[in-house]
């Protein structure tokens, strides 16, 4: 028996349906971390998934399609920002979120592959850039508090703040072989508390 | 009379050996900015060339001792350091010098390839990862120049704050559709030349 044909009866309306979507995820993801983007094969995600290949490519398609749903699936999956009380201790947990995230092999590789995907391939790059646009929302808000509590001046482009937490860390991902530690989060997040105070980031 | 059989009395001694370079690293940079990385062919790029593909193959073998040869060139190409005598002076015209670069079609596009590149092949990722050291270095020295005018406190880590300047444009570049424009490249600027000044990147 396999995932698609699970018992009815042990299955909460629409589990098997979430089931299949997370073990194919799953292995898309894996299958991304070890191999790369490059020979990404909807075939050999249903078999390390244990899925009917049919249900993989009725559901999803085409490789770039099932790109966008794991990147929807990752945004879905990230976690809620953090509230510390201070400017620099919310960029802090950011920063050190987004370097374990990128320090860990699996994950590291995976987001590796996806930007990699789509430089490749522009719908890919749509949802990167979704994925992205969604991430830095989420904690843009701690900048918004950080002004009305008067640790950066009116007008700070909170959403450019977030991303120059993260703009360090994924240059030093792509661009050198030095790992990502947490004095290198640290000082990203410091980095960038101190020009949101100079009021680098007002628009 | 192909580029291998041209006339020896016509061109000056290793003349004939480094237009054969140029044309096929033009070739290589014009398929990475086309294509992306993923089809990059020897044969393919010994046409585009215009030179015998006995000669491509013999001089760099594989696709990757190319890449490495034609990241080695974009290293050698890339403009010295301009001198302004402040730091924000200095960032800002390194800022401009990168977002010019990466703003431009072929380039940002050859920029994207050869970053997606080193993410599935080591050997590649070691020739970009030298790059970047190339051209980290070749600006840092405008931040000891600072140092010793006071401008950003002693202990500074200089390749940092001139990493600092690339990471916002290359992450733009990377995750976002936003446009690179020149107030993009002021802001990184800014920022790293606020956040030095703050001492943020002190070792």
């Given at each position: 028996m396999n995932a698609e044909e699970a018992d009815p009866g042990t299955v909460r309306p629409g589990g098997r349906t979430a089931r299949v979507r997370a073990a194919v995820l799953t292995a898309a993801g894996d299958a991304l971390a070890q191999?790369?983007?490059?020979?990404?094969?909807l075939a050999d995600i249903a078999r390390r998934a244990e899925v009917g290949k049919t249900t993989v490519y009725r559901r999803w398609g085409t490789v770039t399609s099932l790109m966008a749903d794991l990147l929807m699936d990752m945004a879905e999956q990230s976690l809620p920002r953090t509230d510390t009380g201070s400017l620099l201790g919310d960029l802090k947990a950011n920063a050190r979120l987004v370097q374990r995230t990128l320090a860990d092999p699996r994950q590291g590789a995976l987001f590796k592959a996806v930007i990699a995907a789509a430089t490749c391939d522009s719908r890919t790059a749509d949802a990167l850039h979704r994925f992205y646009d969604i991430r830095i929302a989420e904690w843009a808000p701690c900048v918004q508090q950080a002004i009305e509590r008067g640790e950066a001046p009116e007008g700070t482009d909170t959403h450019e703040v977030i991303r120059a937490v993260s703009a360090p860390l994924y240059y030093r991902l792509l661009t050198s072989a030095v790992p990502l530690d947490e004095a290198v989060a640290d000082r990203a997040a410091e980095a960038a508390a101190a020009a949101a105070r100079a009021g680098a980031y007002k628009r």
């Amino acid at each position: 028996m396999n995932a698609e044909e699970a018992d009815p009866g042990t299955v909460r309306p629409g589990g098997r349906t979430a089931r299949v979507r997370a073990a194919v995820l799953t292995a898309a993801g894996d299958a991304l971390a070890q191999q790369g983007f490059a020979h990404l094969d909807l075939a050999d995600i249903a078999r390390r998934a244990e899925v009917g290949k049919t249900t993989v490519y009725r559901r999803w398609g085409t490789v770039t399609s099932l790109m966008a749903d794991l990147l929807m699936d990752m945004a879905e999956q990230s976690l809620p920002r953090t509230d510390t009380g201070s400017l620099l201790g919310d960029l802090k947990a950011n920063a050190r979120l987004v370097q374990r995230t990128l320090a860990d092999p699996r994950q590291g590789a995976l987001f590796k592959a996806v930007i990699a995907a789509a430089t490749c391939d522009s719908r890919t790059a749509d949802a990167l850039h979704r994925f992205y646009d969604i991430r830095i929302a989420e904690w843009a808000p701690c900048v918004q508090q950080a002004i009305e509590r008067g640790e950066a001046p009116e007008g700070t482009d909170t959403h450019e703040v977030i991303r120059a937490v993260s703009a360090p860390l994924y240059y030093r991902l792509l661009t050198s072989a030095v790992p990502l530690d947490e004095a290198v989060a640290d000082r990203a997040a410091e980095a960038a508390a101190a020009a949101a105070r100079a009021g680098a980031y007002k628009r």
